[in-house]
């Protein structure tokens, strides 16, 4: 692993399970450098997220294996994996999957119950910082179903930054968003990674937002390949 590596894929096969498994990743490779930002773009049905979740260890290669900050992840139990997950790395969803009956700080501060190095008030702090920067002090609150759309994708990204992971993978994050609401979405994934040196990988079917990114690789037939994000097909 080299010294700016932040996350690799080394050779990772995996595949659909089922009377006939289906390929999704043939010995795929892929090096993420710190505070680098990554698109990663293919036909529908191609793996994408499959491919994300294994880089976000909520899945397990069938063979190879996955590093993140110069660890190999292969042995590491179910537990260990959990507390790397809340501690290293944020998560965002096309549905943004918040709590319906808990309101946008409470929704924020539920990857901190698992305990992350900071007190109650320490993590409420924080929760509002962050809702602030992002335009919603004022909405912290109400509960989802009050909020637009994009409103509600913007506290999935707090939530996702709360406990300051290392890396955020964002899986279709303005998918199901309109077009100004993703225009802000877009907006904020680009400015954490520019001027807070968050590492980001997106898997997305927007042109403008591959375009942002840093570089892009497209996962086709289960293999990785560069692609120059200014020829990503919408």
């Known amino acids: 692993m080299t010294d700016a590596a932040l996350l690799e894929l080394r050779s990772v096969s995996k595949s659909y399970p089922g009377p006939t498994p289906v390929p999704v990743l043939r010995e795929a490779s892929l090096n993420v450098t710190r505070s680098e930002s990554l698109a990663i773009v293919g036909p529908s049905g191609s793996g994408k997220s499959t491919l994300l979740n294994l880089l976000g260890t909520l899945d397990t290669p069938d063979s190879g294996s996955v590093w993140f900050e110069e660890r190999d992840l292969t042995g590491l139990s179910a537990k260990e994996l959990a507390v790397l997950r809340n501690h290293r790395i944020g998560f965002v969803f096309q549905n943004h999957h918040l709590l319906p009956q808990c309101t946008v700080l409470e929704n924020v501060l539920i990857p901190t119950l698992a305990g992350a190095g900071r007190s109650p008030k320490e993590a409420e702090h924080r929760a509002r910082q962050l809702l602030d920067r992002?335009?919603?002090?004022?909405?912290?609150?109400?509960?989802?179903?009050?909020?637009?759309?994009?409103?509600?994708?913007?506290?999935?990204?707090?939530?996702?930054?709360?406990?300051?992971?290392?890396?955020?993978?964002?899986?279709?994050?303005?998918?199901?968003?309109?077009?100004?609401?993703?225009?802000?979405?877009?907006?904020?994934?680009?400015?954490?990674?520019?001027?807070?040196?968050?590492?980001?990988?997106?898997?997305?079917?927007?042109?403008?937002?591959?375009?942002?990114?840093?570089?892009?690789?497209?996962?086709?037939?289960?293999?990785l390949a560069p692609l120059d994000s200014k020829t990503v097909r919408a």
């Open 134 to 223: 992002v335009g919603l002090g004022h909405r912290i609150d109400h509960t989802p179903g009050r909020l637009s759309g994009g409103e509600r994708q913007r506290t999935a990204v707090v939530r996702a930054l709360i406990n300051e992971p290392a890396l955020l993978l964002a899986d279709e994050p303005t998918g199901a968003l309109d077009r100004v609401s993703a225009g802000e979405i877009t907006k904020l994934l680009v400015e954490l990674n520019r001027t807070d040196g968050l590492t980001l990988i997106v898997v997305t079917h927007s042109a403008e937002l591959a375009g942002l990114m840093g570089r892009s690789v497209e996962l086709c037939d289960g293999k």
